[in-house]
């Protein structure tokens, strides 16, 4: 074992991304609370990150973590119940605590913990953000921004809703297909919002967000091979993987950001895209479709400018008509009005984003400026074009895709 510092920073912030969500799930399952376990596996962390700079990494960490955790978890339990329904539930958790545990022998119930998350007994809002923060870990405070809430209103409902887990004894199990319903829209929502979260650091330098993609998409697969007859998931997969196969194209040699219109389709996985396109083909056969098949099928259709050398803009409007139709929100609307500009010209794109706006939410919403100065920008409405395209910049957090911005608003004034 290695005692150095740095190492052991290391291989505890790797257990954090590999295994934090694996932990919380098999801890949580045993007693339903799912605070409980966020809060042994934090000690565990803490312990982790003070022993292991002294007594070297185990060479099993997963494992290492557990144990510790497994023990803060009976020593609470110890501490807050005296009742006799309390004293047996302290002796099942100490005949856990007792017997041997592996890495091999660690069941992952991940997939369980994201359907009692998704459970009708929890508040529906609430529903994919709690799958983030215990599959995932993520923050309050990030969860809060990526669903336009406060943190301390964000904070409260988490609490709340694992409480009702606990109180309620909802059950850790996958539902059975009669009862998935909007259970299962709440878990392709929470993993599609962990890939997107991802998807938004693509030179995968902020450790909030690293392998977040790539989390993303296990989850998509696990879900997809668990439930192989629902069109959604093998939609959402599909979805994920036609972006992931794009990533080594949307940033230039030096690190500039290039629209998809513009990418070199040389560089997209090739693979990866073959699989998606595989998955909405099999998705189309089953006869439902929704949300997830369609923002599929319009990057699908993206995508086949590697095969004809043209964008056809007309499929693309119809996708998001069809979709704007099933999942009405500002954002397939905008991406719709971008469309509509292709194909019928930029007053009438520009008329389609005119009608959003009375939607307060856009009104820090990047990509909605962005559109509407590039169109009011072929109108030659430069003064109105400029004053967008400084909201848009003011909003944007990605420095690639604020230079970018920057540069199109230059070459209005030049």
Partial sequence: MDSRPEIARA??????????????????????????AEDA????????LERWPRTGVPQKPEAWLLAVARRRRVDAVR?????EAGRDHLKLIAEEAEAGM???????????????????AIEAGV???????????FDAATIASAFLVSPATMGQRLVRAKSRIRETGIPFRVPERTELGERLDAVLEAIYAAFAEGWSDPAGTETRRRNLAT??????????SLLPDEPEALGLLSLMLFAEARRAARRDMAGDYVPLAEQDHALWDHALVDEAEGLLGR????GAIGRYQLEAAVQSAHVARRLSGRTDWAAIRALYEALFS??????????????????????????ALYVLGDDKRLDDYQPYWAARAGLLARLGQAPQALEAYDRAIGLERDPAVRRFLQAKRSALIQ
């Fill in 127 to 137: 529903r994919a953000p709690l799958i983030l923060q215990t599959i995932l870990g």
């Fill in 11 to 36: 291989a505890a912030e790797a257990a954090a991304r590999q295994s934090y969500g694996k932990l919380v799930a098999w801890l949580a399952a045993r007693t339903r609370d799912v605070a409980g």
């Fill in 215 to 224: 989390e993303g998409i296990w989850l998509g697969r696990l879900v997809a």
């Fill in 283 to 286: 998705a189309a056969t089953m």
């Fill in 41 to 48: 596996l934090a000690d565990a962390f803490a312990a982790a």
């Fill in 102 to 120: 592996t890495d091999k022998d660690l069941p992952d119930e991940r997939l369980r913990l994201m359907f009692a998350c998704a459970h009708p």
């Fill in 79 to 83: 501490r807050r119940l005296t009742s």
């Fill in 326 to 351: 099933i999942a009405g929100s500002p954002v397939v609307a905008i991406n719709r009005a971008v469309a509509i500009a292709e194909t019928e010209g930029a007053v009438a794109g520009l008329a």
